[in-house]
């Protein structure tokens, strides 16, 4: 089960930056339309990530942090039609903080998926 949760959050980490990815191709071409729809990825999927941790017996922050990633990517819902609903130069502002709450879930994931490959200490 421990050799699924590496996959699962080296997967994690892989969506993630591919979310990034479609957010600054979607800013170049004013089309957000795949980096909206991969957004639903990005909330499941954290989740899922922390079943197979507990179920990999993993430390409780690699069950912690997927579950900090799944509220932050509400949150970013939350600012992301806050902003939408603002004049140009306001929303604009908003967005930008849209963007630095996505460099903190993609840091997130990154410490997920560098905690899952790092072989863990014995309790001797």
Known sequence: MRSVHKAAAALLLLVMAAQMFLAASGAAGRDFGPHRALGYVTFVLPLLVAVVAAAARQP???????????VLVSIQVLIAKIAENMDDTAGHYVFGLH?????????LAGAVAADAIRPQRSSA
């Open 60 to 70: 409780r922050r690699q069950l912690l942090l997927p579950v900090a990633i799944a």
């Open 99 to 107: 963007g630095l709450v996505g460099m903190l879930v993609l840091a």
